[in-house]
């Protein structure tokens, strides 16, 4: 298995990773920030006893490779690509045929991202996307994801 250093950016991805259970090792949020989903954030936060720092709107805005972070920025230990045996072996637990998107050539993350997304949606096993010529696992492609990238597995 392989690992990337993931940061995950906008509040609906950094809930989707708590809930999932992914690590978070630090949060950062904006200052001054006390409406409802990022008090949600902060609470599975708390759970979880992330590092959590308040900052200002500037800095964030450095920190985001996006420019869509929405107050809020999570650094996640790391993204854990699945094999894809992994993908087949989910698809025989579950007594199903496997349902794979293959990809190729998707050099965009924020389709790459929506991609990922309608995969969990139709139900699909898990993705599975080229080494080489092709966009990786981003903060762009988690974020557009909408969390689904926590929930299903793509392999390389």
Same mark, same amino acid.
Do not use: W
């Given at each position: ?15 989707? &990773? ?49 420019? /869509? /972070?929405?107050?809020?920025? &999570? ?34 993350? /924020? ?13 699909? /096993? ?8 092709? &966009? ?21």
């Amino acid at each position: 298995m392989r690992y990337e250093e993931l940061t995950i950016e906008g509040r609906n991805a950094v809930l989707e &990773a708590y809930r999932s259970g992914k690590t978070i090792d630090k949060l950062f949020v904006l200052e001054g920030c006390k409406d409802g989903p990022v008090q949600t954030i902060l609470r599975e936060a708390k759970k979880q006893s992330s590092i959590v720092r308040f900052t200002a709107k500037e800095r964030l805005d450095q920190m985001s490779s996006t420019g /869509h /972070h929405q107050g809020v920025i &999570a650094y996640a230990a790391a993204y854990e690509y699945a094999e894809v045996d992994d993908i087949l072996k989910l698809a025989e637990e579950k007594g199903e045929p496997p349902f794979i998107f293959l990809l190729d050539g998707i050099e965009d993350p /924020h389709n790459l991202g929506a991609i990922i997304r309608t995969a969990n949606l139709a139900g699909a /096993h898990g993705v599975i996307i080229p080494k080489n010529r092709a &966009a990786g696992l981003t903060a762009t492609v988690a974020r557009t994801s909408a969390g689904a990238l926590n929930y299903t597995p793509v392999a390389r």
